[in-house]
């Protein structure tokens, strides 16, 4: 054989060859003097990694704290079947029609006159009325379409 | 291996308790210091606790080795695309020629020796020695891991044996 054997000498080392690879490789290293010293120095380089010890973590593991909200970790058990109650659909009404009033308060050149609006209907609507439907029709949840 | 059919992903913290050692020597292996390999295992954790990664029964410490790699090899593909930090786009192309033979090993190489060695290694050639020699995969393992032939996977291994080689060689 001319050629060396290169990357052959690694899955050599490895007992990566088939028995017919490793029998012709077994047999060029018994021949060839550079081969043969090559797979000395691969295989004192294997060793030296696979010597080094394990690692342990100078403090212990973690998976990033608390997940950002509206992200289930992975489902290990079977979870219990989500329910929304009716108090939680009020709140997240209610929380639309506050984050409609703050929302021209933080910009306050074009807010001025519209939550001057909001005010107005607030205040002049009966109890039961649906305000969130009054102000911003398009900012109902699905849930909440009729 | 039972089979291929996905299973619940397993708890996080069970891999924490049971496999964090081996998780961590792998990324500390492929990271070469405790900073990233900190970040390095809490994103394999993260990703094992958001249920992102597919898991197969079979050896659990092959998956972790793949979630690792994945996540390392994201974080340098990462960090190619700034250039600041910018790396060999070919570590073929950029490799000294194989040295000479008559060069001896050291016999009481350290092993921080070793991991700066490892370190300096090109990413790819890193990735498939620490597959191979850190968290005892096959060749074919690695081959499904990185999604390159096996071909590949032996040459990476080789060359990258053939620098920790140059780097760890000590002349008579």
């Not at chain 1, 009020?90 to 929302?103: E, M």
């Not at chain 1, 519209?114 to 398009?138: E, I, K, M, Y």
Request: hydrophobic share 40%.
């Amino acid at each position: 054989m001319n050629s060396h054997l290169d990357d052959t000498l690694s899955a050599l080392a490895d007992g990566e060859l088939s028995a017919e690879e490793e029998a012709l490789a077994r047999a060029h290293v018994a021949t060839c003097e550079r081969c043969a010293a090559d797979l000395v120095v691969v295989e004192a380089v294997r060793t030296l990694v696979r010597d080094l010890p394990p690692v342990d973590p100078p403090v212990p593991l973690s998976a990033g704290g608390d997940l950002p909200a509206g992200e289930e970790p992975a489902p290990v058990v079977p979870l219990a079947p989500r329910r929304r109650s009716r108090l939680a659909g009020l709140a997240a009404a209610a929380a639309a029609v506050v984050a409609l009033f703050l929302l021209p308060a933080i910009h306050q050149d074009a807010g001025g006159p519209q939550l001057a609006n909001l005010v107005q209907v607030h205040t002049t609507s009966p109890v039961n009325v649906d305000l969130v439907s009054q102000v911003a029709p398009g900012a109902l949840p699905v849930s909440y379409q009729r | 291996m039972t089979g291929t059919e996905e299973q619940p992903v397993p708890d996080w913290e069970e891999v924490a308790r049971r496999y964090g050692r081996f998780l961590y020597t792998v990324a500390y292996r492929l990271a070469g210091s405790h900073d990233d390999a900190q970040d390095l295992a809490q994103e394999v954790l993260l990703r094992v606790r958001k249920g992102l990664e597919t898991y197969r029964p079979g050896s659990m410490e092959g998956w972790l080795s793949r979630i690792t790699t994945n996540v390392f090899l994201d974080e340098v593909r990462r960090r190619r695309r700034r250039p600041q930090d910018a790396l060999p786009d070919d570590p073929d192309r950029v490799l000294p020629a194989a040295p000479a033979v008559d060069v001896v090993i050291a016999q009481q190489t350290l092993p921080d020796d070793v991991q700066a060695a490892l370190s300096a290694l090109p990413d790819d050639f890193r990735v498939a020695v620490v597959l191979c020699d850190v968290a005892g995969q096959s060749y074919q393992e690695i081959s499904e891991s990185l999604q390159v032939p096996l071909g590949t996977v032996r040459s990476r291994i080789h060359r990258g044996r053939a620098l920790l080689r140059t780097s760890l060689a000590v002349r008579p």
